[in-house]
């Protein structure tokens, strides 16, 4: 019976936090297609850095093989990242793994630099990786979608509704608003090095609360969908799937002027 209400705790908590990480694929090869998709911006991924897709805490490999695909058919070489554990453990450890699959991936390729396209809690792990494990030397482009950079109030809320400290999850105690982590994270620059950073946000996601805390200060390109679409619905989850959010990551890949595209499907 307590190994059954331990269970069901996990798992509501779960529910509450950042969903979906991914499988950890293999890093792309040096040689790829050169497939791209035609829109009104008529970006192309040319030459461009292998993109890696970092997940988030809790989830399943086929939560981010939409984007995944929007980017390989743009001609851009992408894998997607797992957080070690399913992102449970402590987000600077996430990080140190985190380095060691961004050098796989620059080996397997020749590139230079990749780009980080990043959902949730994966914005933290990059983060943390580029302000203090040399990534700001590996990386090019980083993008957020959704990531509690500032903390969420809904990692708090689990311990005020009696299920504990984040029940027991190293990762949403780390993100909750006010955590020495977030302390030392957002210590000094918010945007280290020559990295182009960028973050996306929506007002309906459910589970960073309030929204703003997902943006960064010190000179990143910080996106609101709503800002630009007005009607556009967009939950959590939904950054890693919705058409108008693409458009946004695929003009900051290519450093294009930011105009989404609120009819993308």
Known sequence: ???????????????????ATAAHAAPPRATTTSATTADETSLTAA???????????????????????????????VSIYQLPNLGVGDIRESARALSSYVNQVRAATGAAKVDLVTHSEGGLVSRW???FLG????????ISLGSPQYGTYVANIINFVGLGSCVGIVACQQMSIGSSFLADLNGGDDTPGTVRWTTVRTWQDELVRPVD?????????????????PLRIVGHLGLVLDGTTY??????LADAAIRPNCFAL
Do not use: F
Request: aromatic share 6%.
């Open 47 to 77: 030459g461009a850095n292998p993109v890696i897709v970092v997940g988030g805490l809790i989830g399943i490999s086929i939560a981010y093989e939409p984007i995944a695909a929007r980017l390989r058919a743009d001609g851009y070489r």
């Open 135 to 142: 990534g700001a030397d590996k990386v090019d482009h980083y």
């Open 129 to 131: 990786y580029v302000k």
């Open 213 to 229: 805390n997902a943006v960064l200060a010190d000179g990143a390109s910080n996106v609101l969908v709503q800002a630009w679409c």
């Open 1 to 19: 019976m307590l190994l059954r209400t331990i269970l069901a705790a996990t798992t509501a908590a779960a529910a509450l936090l950042v969903p």
């Open 247 to 252: 458009t946004i990551v695929r003009q900051a």
